[in-house]
Antibody, heavy 118, light 110 residues
Framework: QVQLVESGGGVVQPGRSLRLSCTASGFSFNKYAMHWVRQAPGKGLEWVGLISYHGVNKFYADSVKGRFTISRDNSNDTLYLQMSGLTTEDTAFYYC???????????WGQGTLVTVSS | SYVLTQTPSVSLAPGQTAMITCEGNNIGTKSVHWYQQKPGQAPVLVVFNDADRPSGIPERFSGSNSGNTATLIITRVEAGDEADYYCQVWDSSRDHQFWAFGGGTNLAVL
């Protein structure tokens, strides 16, 4: 079955960088767009960005544009989120999600927690 | 950006029908998707394209979308349906595309 496993979260100081990974299995990873969505503790869902199936097209939320970069390695079925210039506002659970073409999150990972704190 | 507005909370007794709304400008022209999120868990897609159900989702879950309001309908509500529910649409402009989420509705089953 479809499985998405995020990793790389942790505690990081403001201004530093962190890279999250999302390892996929159970579907043809190289055929579908992927998204990152985050959720601050006790808050709602916030879309972070998306990457097309081939990695050419990328779109970002205004809140992270210029600081976050999404990439993917289709040979290893892995999605990445490179985060830089982190602030306390970036503290959240970060989820990766599949997009099979209906522009919605068909499957989600369990999330990884990023805490930005001095 | 595209703003989606949801009622923060809904409380029902078991067996009743929940109607969770999501308001947006001309949302009836867009495809609306709904997620269920239980405490400590990742979101789960329960309705996509306004009214379709992914495999494994009970028939009690359905949806509608018209005008400025989309609705998630849960019939014969059970204790296990207690969760936060989020609506989502995809929107695009000439050089940008994004997902927009509603603020979420907490469903309490009394």
């Amino acid at each position: 079955q479809v499985q998405l496993v995020e990793s790389g979260g942790g505690v990081v100081q403001p201004g530093r960088s962190l890279r999250l990974s999302c390892t996929a299995s159970g579907f043809s990873f190289n055929k579908y767009a992927m998204h990152w969505v985050r959720q601050a503790p006790g808050k709602g869902l916030e879309w972070v960005g998306l990457i097309s199936y081939h990695g050419v097209n990328k779109f970002y939320a205004d809140s992270v544009k210029g600081r976050f970069t999404i990439s993917r390695d289709n040979s290893n079925d892995t999605l990445y989120l490179q985060m830089s210039g982190l602030t306390t506002e970036d503290t959240a659970f970060y989820y990766c999600a599949t997009d099979y073409g209906y522009n919605c999150g068909d499957h989600w990972g369990q999330g990884t927690l990023v805490t930005v704190s001095s | 950006s595209y703003v989606l507005t949801q009622t923060p909370s809904v409380s029902l007794a078991p067996g009743q029908t929940a109607m969770i709304t999501c308001e947006g400008n001309n949302i009836g022209t867009k495809s609306v998707h709904w997620y269920q999120q239980k405490p400590g868990q990742a979101p789960v897609l329960v309705v996509f394209n306004d009214a379709d159900r992914p495999s494994g989702i009970p028939e009690r879950f359905s949806g509608s979308n018209s005008g400025n309001t989309a609705t998630l309908i849960i019939t014969r509500v059970e204790a296990g349906d207690e969760a936060d529910y989020y609506c989502q649409v995809w929107d695009s402009s000439r050089d940008h595309q994004f997902w927009a989420f509603g603020g979420g509705t907490n469903l309490a089953v009394l």
